[in-house]
């Protein structure tokens, strides 16, 4: 049994490519080539839709009848296997289950169905899951290293008490690159290449080269946690001490530059980001309070959340769950 589980950070599937071809066709079924791409995933997920006219809606009845998946669920094709140099998968539609005639005229799309990545600890093992499915949760890795994240190319980004540092491989000992902090809470890579550091013990956020050699940008304040927006070359960051959350320029022309400061009574916030296209839109993790906190900047509302449903249909008070001390959003 695992105990005190904490989650660190989480990432939402990306960098996974695909080719997807008809293979053989037969009165009853049609076989389906997939080849698999990517770094920075084990497996990934797909949903197989179709229609007969183009002014129909998506069909999500698809009667897949195999596959070199791990799971089959309907018309979703969960766990298949990626790897850098492609991995090849097979799938059966049998499309006479579906009502359809042999040379009838039918439209195919394939859609990835996001997994999302959980980097956490239990006491001081670091553990990666991935969710996917409707409940389903699979453990990718046990380690001694506390894994953060990973960067753009699949590599770990790793933190100890006195360093953030990257691995090739979580059960690796010598770090491909490494740099000196004091009780680093987060890190990850952006666009360019370089590192955002919440140096949380020396009170400030730092950004690294992509070696880990030389620091380019610094913020003085007690933060554990930093989002980035790449559009807008800005940093929005969970000030601990002040109770406060603040946007500021983090851009090689400018950076530093206060932009932005919320005007509402958290108690230690621990994390806050920005909505996935949407910069206005921010969430923000207030466990003191034991609340998560929506904030419409353009509005300049905030909304409390304190409770999350099971389901979406339920409304009773005993059907709805409260949040304790939430640590981190996304």
């Known amino acids: 049994m695992t105990t005190e589980w904490t989650t660190i950070s989480t990432a939402i599937q990306g960098g996974v490519s695909y080719d997807f071809r008809k293979s053989v066709v037969t009165s009853t079924y049609i076989d389906f ?8 995933w084990y497996r990934f997920d797909i949903v197989f839709e179709y229609r007969t006219d183009s002014r129909n809606v998506w069909k999500t009845d698809a009667s897949i009848i195999s596959s070199t998946s791990e799971y089959v669920r309907g018309n979703r094709i969960l766990g298949l296997t990626v790897s850098q140099d492609g991995t090849s998968h097979s799938i059966r539609w049998k499309y006479s289950n579906n009502n359809i005639g042999y040379g009838s005229d039918v439209s195919i799309r394939v859609r990835v ?3 999302t990545q959980i ?26 290293n506390i894994c953060v994240g990973r960067n753009n190319t699949g590599q770990y980004i790793c933190i100890s008490d006195i360093s953030v540092y990257i691995l090739d491989s979580l059960s690796d000992t010598v770090p491909v690159y490494s740099y000196a902090v004091s009780d ?19 009170a400030r956020v730092i950004e690294l080269d992509s070696t880990m050699t030389t620091i380019s940008k ?21 000030e601990v001490l002040t109770d406060d959350i603040v946007e500021i320029t983090w851009s090689d022309i400018d950076d530093g530059t206060v932009l932005w400061t919320s005007n509402y009574a958290f108690s230690n916030p621990v994390c806050a980001t920005y909505r996935q296209g ?53």
């Open 33 to 40: 080539d997939l080849i698999v791409f990517g770094e920075a």
């Open 113 to 115: 169905l996001p997994r």
């Open 119 to 144: 980097y956490g600890k239990a006491r001081d093992i670091g553990n990666i899951v991935s969710n996917y499915g409707d409940s389903l949760v699979e453990l990718n890795d046990i380690a001694g």
């Open 184 to 202: 680093p809470r987060h890190a990850f890579q952006i666009n360019s290449g370089r590192y955002i550091v919440a140096d949380y013990g020396n």
């Open 218 to 238: 610094t913020y003085v304040g007690t933060c554990t946690y930093a989002d980035y927006s790449e559009e807008n070359e800005t940093l929005l960051v969970a």
């Open 278 to 330: 949407n910069v206005d839109n921010i969430i923000v993790a207030d466990p003191e309070n034991s609340r998560v906190v929506k904030c419409d900047r353009l509005n300049g509302t905030y909304t409390d959340i304190g409770n999350y449903k099971i389901n979406k249909e339920d409304v009773g008070p005993f059907e709805i769950s409260a949040l304790k001390e939430p640590f981190r959003v996304f």
